[in-house]
């Protein structure tokens, strides 16, 4: 018997196993109102993700530019010689829907590119205290409309990690409800969809997940007051008939990971709906992934296989 209410399995690679025996970090939350609490949350968390790539460069080429008016990174891999014959990817960085800008968002999108093999647009949009919802979907919705001038939908791709799931799923969402085409494929990685918070994981895998705990205080500096339950905030209570036209998609969560739920509930809605998504659960992964391990390698090869799948 042990007393560890949470055993590091060897059923994943030794690299698992020890992003496993790391403890979650914590830290207090600032009040809802205080701005600068929250500036100062964001800039530590934001040195944090920087910190995680632990300095290492990937091979990609990054501009840095501005797509109707939002700043964008444009990111591609080595393997990508001529960027204007492939469809392009709009990928949506995670980070709480409060984090993950600048620095963070360019190192977060390099890693989704290189894995994704196409040109890669990583907005890196607006977020709360000063900008909270709909900004960060208005620049989205920008991004997306410029890019639809570049490229026919069927040679577009749409994708987001954790709160960027959340973000690709609400975009797609508002692009049917203004009349826009739907992209060839969406691609959610442990998306947060549900900023409620309702799911069965969030629970069972309270004391599990070592990367993410609850994150209701985000979500509400984030809603700026709107329902939390509104489609365009947790695209996972969207209409049936609206997810009806959604393009199909690739779910992807781990057997420890907080979002686990809402991954699977978006995987059935979507099922219900009679849209093409295939789900893909891997053993003993937290949030994210696990900092680089052999299974990280098999979610990028998975959702490469994705999106090749559905290229024209």
Known sequence: MTDDPAPIP???SEAAQRWLAQPRQTGDIPAHDDVDGWRRMIAQADEGICARFGGIELPV???????????TFVIHGPEVTDPDALPLYLYVHGGGLIMGAGEACRLMSSAAALGAGLPT?????????????????DDLMAVYRALLALRS???LFVGGASAGGNLAAALLLRALHEGLPMPAGL?????????TESGDSFVTNAGFDNVLGSLMHANLLYANEVDLAHPYLSPLFADPGDLARFPPTFLQAGTRDLYLSNTVRMHRALRAAGVEAELHVWEAMPHGGFGGAPEDIEV??????FLDAHRT
């Open 10 to 12: 060897t059923s994943v």
């Open 61 to 71: 080429t990054v501009a840095e530019t501005e797509v109707a008016g939002v700043p």
């Open 121 to 137: 647009y990583a907005p890196d949009y607006r977020m709360p205290p000063d900008h909270p919802y709909p900004a960060s979907l």
């Open 153 to 155: 939908p069927d040679r």
């Open 187 to 195: 691609v959610l990685q442990t998306p947060e969809v549900d900023l």
């Open 300 to 305: 990028m090869t998975e959702t490469r296989r």
